[in-house]
């Protein structure tokens, strides 16, 4: 009797990527491993192995299984991503016996710091004013979708399904690994697949019309995690270029819907991020209104919890019920089958999320604690900047109606969380919780919390 084949988690690493990405290819082909194995002079216990993420292939073993396959070069140009995470994987061998091993180990333990041109990328500012005149470009667009011509027919340099299925399967990955160790250990390897096989796509003829369309709206994926990661390591002026770059291709792509998202909830959120609750609260208003005919009930609960968010940070507590009963209302509605992919997140957690820290902002402490509860309560223990940052915002809010204890308590666990990535907002949330107790310093419980966040996190330490 067979055996049922190893449960394969794509996102989990590289070398388990790579593996779901074999095996894919090759049951697609209709071979076994063991055909395969003899197809390219490889033992099929080889092909198990790597298959199932035991061993990491040679160059040797990679390009046989091209060739056999017929998969144009897909494999291949996994390589590069592999190739560091067996490096990362050789650095971390020592550490694996001093309880550092596991998916941390295969990341760099610190944030990559940026150099040269790419440091003074990072460091230009937002800038709110070109915002309105990127949401009139996106409102006015005209409709249909502006494509290469397909180029030639049975081409190699064509972009068909099979190439958007493994792009798919790397940004899953990408995310799944940004949502557990933040930008800092992810965004290197998140730019050097978008400057490789992304672009490489980008710059080929796609083989329909469909097939274009999915392209572009799978590359506004990626230049919205870049944005995403930009914002995590604190370069926001490089996080609007990405974002805005994410805008175009769903202009490209003829995708109003997943332009109104980035409009206001990753456009929008940025604005707030950095201070500009009125450049977000246009952003916001523009998605709904453009975005309205096309809106699923996910989509539009999403768009209308930014609303509701911005005219909080603005103080117009009526306004922004308002906003987050509606957002409610179209929540119930929705059916995750029937939402788009790169919604289905937003779900009763999320909102809970997002009206907690409606509430933050209008100074309602008890409102934001019993909302944080329901979100925390839903979290996945791999989301762990989420975590990190709901948790202290719970420190916060006890904080301020005077329950000291609890709220160092609390902290702390937010500091643990936070730990274990390397988010820049987590680290800016810790040094906030830090500020909300300051006027509590000469209490024990606090000046213990400052001692435990100078051995755990130093760098958020004041």
């Given at each position: 009797?067979?055996q ?27 071979l ?22 035991d ?14 396959l017929?998969t ?66 996106w ?10 011509a ?73 230049f ?189 666990q ?11 907002r ?37």
């Amino acid at each position: 009797m067979g055996q049922t084949p190893r449960m394969l988690q794509p996102s989990l690493s590289e070398r388990h990527f790579f593996g779901a990405e074999l095996r894919r290819l090759r049951e697609r082909a209709n071979l076994s491993q063991a055909r395969l194995g003899a197809m390219i002079r490889f033992s099929a216990d080889l092909v198990r192995r790597v298959e199932t993420a035991d061993r990491f292939p040679s160059r040797e073993f990679v390009e046989a299984c091209d060739k056999a396959l017929a998969t144009g070069g897909s494999l291949m140009r996994l390589l590069p991503l592999l190739d560091k995470n067996r490096t990362s994987e050789g650095r971390q061998t020592a550490s694996s016996a001093t309880g550092c091993g596991g998916l941390s180990g295969l990341l760099s333990d610190r944030p990559v710091e940026p150099s040269g041109l790419a440091e003074m990328v990072a460091r230009v500012p937002f800038q709110p004013g070109v915002l309105d005149r990127a949401a009139l470009d996106w409102l006015n667009a005209p409709a249909g979708p502006r494509l290469s011509a397909a180029g030639r027919s049975g081409s190699p340099d064509q972009v068909d399904e099979e190439d958007l299925q493994s792009a798919e399967t790397a940004l899953a990955m990408f995310r799944q690994l940004d949502h557990t160790h933040g930008a800092g250990r992810v965004h290197a390897q998140v730019q050097r697949y978008v400057e490789g096989e992304l672009n490489r796509l980008l710059a080929n003829t796609p083989t329909s019309e469909a097939v274009g369309r999915h392209l572009y709206t799978l590359a506004a994926g990626f230049f919205e995690l870049c944005g995403y990661q930009a914002v995590d390591t604190g370069a926001h002026g490089l996080a609007q270029r990405r974002y805005l770059r994410a805008l175009r291709l769903t202009e490209a792509a003829d995708d109003r819907l997943y332009g109104s998202y980035l409009l206001a909830v990753n456009i929008g959120h940025l604005a707030l991020h950095c201070g500009h609750p009125e450049p977000a609260r246009r952003m916001a208003l523009t998605a709904v209104r453009g975005g309205e005919t096309q809106a699923t009930p996910a989509v539009a609960a999403a768009l209308h919890a930014v609303v509701a968010r911005t005219h909080a940070r603005l103080g117009l507590e009526s306004d922004c019920l308002s906003h987050l009963d509606i957002a409610e209302r179209q929540l119930a509605r929705s059916k995750p089958e029937d939402e788009p992919p790169w919604i289905r997140y937003f779900d009763a957690a999320y909102l809970a999320d997002e009206i907690a820290h409606c509430f933050h902002d209008l100074g309602r402490p008890q409102q934001t604690q019993r909302h944080l509860g329901d979100a925390l309560t839903a979290l996945s223990p791999t989301h762990v900047r989420r975590l990190a940052l709901d948790t202290a915002l719970l420190a916060s809010s006890l904080a301020a109606v005077g329950r000291i204890d609890e709220a160092c308590a609390t902290a702390r666990q937010a500091v643990d969380h936070a730990a274990r990535t390397t988010s820049h907002r987590c680290l800016q949330r810790i040094v906030e919780v830090q500020a909300d107790l300051d006027p509590y310093r000469c209490e024990p419980e606090v000046r213990e919390f400052g001692e435990y966040v100078r051995h755990r996190l130093p760098l958020a330490a004041v």
